[in-house]
């Protein structure tokens, strides 16, 4: 099995909601602290969107606060991403990560460097 597998992508209508999935192995899931999701469109560069570390702290990026909510099913080992009130600017690729490891400080997950393990993406657009 993939390391982190993304699924829920798809359309969605400008203020519509949607909801991402990561599965993630049971290893990878136990040993990261950090998870989170970064979103990529062509030509620009990959940008945090939200994380959550295993004290269950949040960080999410100012484009999304208020609209986007992030968790954890401990048992599903899954990591979700709430997509509320969308806007077209939210149509990107977005990519589940975990840290596998890497690092034991929340003030670290919101950065691209934490993260060992990625996903290979899940497309969402957003029509509006």
């Known amino acids: 099995p993939r390391i982190l597998q993304e699924s829920g992508g798809g359309s969605v209508q400008a203020g519509g909601s949607l909801r991402l999935s990561c599965k993630a192995t049971?290893?990878?899931?136990?040993?990261?602290?950090?998870m989170g999701w970064f979103r990529q469109v062509p030509g620009e560069e990959r940008e945090g969107v939200a994380s959550?570390?295993?004290?269950?702290?949040?960080w999410f990026a100012d484009s999304v606060k208020g609209r986007f909510t992030i968790s954890k099913d401990e048992a599903e080992n899954t990591l979700y991403l709430e997509m509320n009130s969308t806007k077209p600017e939210d149509a990107a690729m977005y990519y589940c990560?975990?840290?596998?490891?890497?690092?034991?400080?929340?003030?670290?997950?919101?950065?691209?460097?934490?993260?060992?393990?990625w996903g290979q993406g899940t497309k969402v657009t957003v029509s509006s």
């Open positions: 990560a975990a840290d596998g490891g890497r690092t034991r400080s929340g003030l670290a997950c919101p950065l691209p460097v934490s993260f060992r393990h």
């Open positions: 959550i570390d295993g004290d269950g702290y949040t």
């Open positions: 049971e290893n990878t899931y136990r040993v990261s602290y950090c």
